[in-house]
Each structure stands twice: as C-alpha cells, then as structure tokens.
C-alpha cells in the first residue's frame, strides 16, 4: 500500500500558496485492508474512506468510463491493481494531475510525480486538459472556468477552449444539475476576479446554456451619459469584480451580477435607456433562483437590489418621506444588516463604470443616517399612548419615523 498527496494541494504548494485541504490517493489497498486499519467507510460511488484520526478523506485509486449523459453517468473501477498514472489520469487539468508520496505523520518524499507535464504547464500559467476523457464530465467546463476566476493570470489552452465548445455543441452542458451549476457558480464568484469565469463560459458557449439570463446582456447598450464604450454584459462583470475587490460577501456578489438582468427584454425603440428594467429584472431572477435552487439568502437580496437599485441611486433628490417608505418597503428597519449589504450592492454597480471606480457614494450615508433615525423611534411607545386601532398605530410609527429622519438629516 502506498498513499500520495495530489491535485490541488500540490499544485498549491508549488505556487506558493496556502494549502487548504490535502487529497488522498491509496494504491494497492483493498477496502477491507483500509477497514482494519482503523479507516471508515464515506463513499457512495466509490471507496472513500475517514482517516482514524485526522478525519481527512483517502480515496482508493480508480479508474472510470463513461456510461450515459450528464455528471452522474460514469462507471468507476477500483482495485490494487490500479495504478497511480491511471488515476492521474482520469483528472481534469495538468496542473492537477500531480502527486507526491506521504508517509506516516503527513510528510511528503519522493520526487514531484508527474506524468502529464502539469509543471511545465503550470510554469507557463495554462490550464491545459490532461486527455481526450475530459469531455466526459460537464462539470470541468464550470470547473476551468472558476479556476480562470482563481488565478486570473493563467490562459487557456487553445485546445482545451475547443474541446469546452465541442461539449457544449453536443449538450453536455444541458445535462448539468442545478444544484451542481450553482455550486460551482457561488464559488467562481467568490474567487480572485469573477468575471473570468463568466468570459470562459461565454467563450465556450456555456454561459447561453447555464445562465442565459446573464449571456443576454451582452451586446445590450449601456446609458450614454454611463459609460457607452462598454455594453451591459461587460458592465455587469466590471460590477462583480468591484464587488470581489471590496470582499464582499456571496449574496452581494450575486446581486452585483443578477441586478440588470431586465436590461436585456428592453425594447429596442427606448435603447438605450431601460425605463421599467427594474421590474423585468426581478421577473427574471425569480425563475433563475428556483431555477438553481439558488439559497434564500442569495436570492432574497438580489431581488432587493434588482427592485431598488434605481431609486438607491436617486436618493439625494428625495425628502424624508420618501426615504421612510423606502426603507419600510424594503424592511431595512427589521433586516439592517441585510439593507446594509444592498447598498454595497448598489455602491458597486455605480462604480462598475469605466472611470468611476473610486467615485463618492453619498446615497449610501444618507441611507444610514435615515435608517438610524427611523429605528430610533420607540413604536412600542407610540402604540401605548395612540389609543388607536392598528392602522391607526402604524401611521402614527409612520410619521414618527419621517420626522426623526428629517431631524437627523437637518442635523447631518
């Protein structure tokens, strides 16, 4: 038996960066040789097993063959006599079809094993596919385009570009789950500079298929008086990639991404401006998120900042009740943290413009001061000395909340 370190953690460490997670391949073993030495069982599909102590996942070496359509559609084969080369080989990308030896206590001997030529690759900043057997699995197209959004000075091969399209063409790529989409997806845009990802699925084809809401907007004219060198796709990526640089959370990332969704249903006879696009942009995203299972915490923001982005922006023209029946229609007075992370939202998409990265943002204070003033107001009190039915108390909390926002913002 003999146990290697590969993928990731090698490619990681020769690029001198942290080393999140290890992986484990077992050669020569057995799963009842892993079982009586303390090793417990995890996997599904194939035999992957805890480690006794460390609690770290080992995975007996395999080799797998394409059965049917889709992610699921493989038939896995593992035994002793399966080699590591065979296992490296079944492996995405070059630069992760690397390994070393680990012996006991996690120290790594031997020389850099590598078959595929993942140094060199990996020296010249390419994502290169390691064979022909990557068109078997959709998800390496989600999964080289996050790594673009990783490392963002890496290219593609020319040839691994083809080879995403040719899977695309023959609907791979339809044949991916949502809940592996949005996996994939969330990640990317939690990565380096997200809009690379959405270049490389552009590129290849993918986006049209996974998200063609997002793959509409491109070739849609911006506003004139914005910056109409760029179009509202381009726009959009600048938007996320403004949002990763501030390190933003997910939900403000996928906001950042989904909030100009309706720019693309505008019609042509108002181009370029998008009057209503607000609407149409929520229209569009509910179907997305249940689409994607994508989480409600995700989704619950985007929609905010879908609906509100616009009148966001033109906040310095409106007075106190204006701002009082914003923030109550979209219940930042119970949900602050979550209005907190809208305006950033909707900071980022101002500053998603060519030349307008570091330009002020005094909507988002006027917000805060409004929200912070609003909430001040004791509406417990106010309903204990109103006397009145419910409609009555709440419109008393209403013009409570207008007069201490116009209180705070005189004194501002």
């Known amino acids: 038996m003999k146990i290697y370190v590969v993928g990731g953690a090698i490619r990681d460490e020769m690029l001198g960066l942290p080393v ?32 006794p102590q460390t609690h770290e ?35 995405d990308l070059t630069v992760n079809a690397m390994a070393r030896e680990v012996q006991p206590g996690g120290v790594l001997t031997g020389p850099l094993i590598d078959p595929f ?44 570009v083809a080879l995403m ?38 590129e290849c084809g993918a986006l049209a298929r996974v998200l063609p809401e997002v793959d509409s907007l491109y070739g849609v004219p911006q506003r004139a008086d914005y910056h109409p060198e760029v179009d509202t796709g381009v726009h959009v990526m600048m938007v996320i990639d403004h949002a990763a640089a501030q390190g933003y959370t997910l939900p403000v990332r996928f906001a950042a991404l989904t909030h100009d969704l309706g720019k693309a249903t505008t019609p042509e006879d108002v181009l370029p401006r998008h009057i209503g696009h607000e609407g149409r942009s ?6 997305l998120c249940d689409r994607l299972r994508v989480p409600n915490e995700c989704r619950d923001l985007a929609v905010l900042v879908a609906r509100e982005h616009g009148n966001v922006h033109r906040v310095m023209d409106m007075g106190a009740a204006a701002l009082v029946r914003m923030l109550e229609r979209c219940d930042a007075l119970r949900k602050p943290a979550r209005f907190a992370e809208a305006l950033q939202a909707c900071e980022c998409d101002l500053r998603g413009r060519l030349g307008w990265e570091h330009a002020p943002y005094p ?16 509406a417990g009190a106010i309903a204990r000395d109103c006397g009145g039915g419910p409609e009555k108390i709440k419109e008393a909390v209403h013009r409570a909340r207008i007069k201490a926002v116009e209180d705070a913002l005189a004194a501002a």
């Not at 790529?173 to 990317?188: F, I």
């Open 117 to 160: 030529n993942g140094a060199a690759d990996l020296t010249a900043r390419v994502f290169r596919h390691v064979s022909d057997a990557f068109v078997e699995d959709p998800v390496r197209i989600l999964r080289v385009a996050r790594f673009a959004a990783r490392f963002a000075d890496f290219g593609i091969a020319p040839e691994t």
């Open 57 to 91: 996942e080992y995975a007996l070496a395999r080799t797998e063959r394409k059965t049917a359509a889709g992610y699921h559609g493989f038939q896995f084969y593992y035994s002793p006599d399966v080699t590591l080369e065979q296992d490296l080989a079944r492996r």
């Open 363 to 378: 909507q988002a204070e006027r917000l805060r001061v409004a929200l912070v003033a609003a909430r001040g107001v004791d």
């Open 165 to 202: 399209s040719k899977m695309v063409e023959a609907g791979e790529a339809d044949a991916l789950v949502p809940e592996r989409v949005w996996q994939e997806v969330s990640r990317g845009l939690m990565e380096t500079k997200p809009s690379r990802m959405f270049d490389v699925l552009r």
């Open 282 to 287: 929520v229209d569009l995203l509910k179907p």
């Open 20 to 51: 999140r997670d290890r992986d484990y391949v077992v050669v020569g073993a057995t799963p009842e040789q892993m079982a009586a030495q303390g090793f417990r069982p995890v996997g599904k599909d194939f035999p992957v097993f805890l480690h």
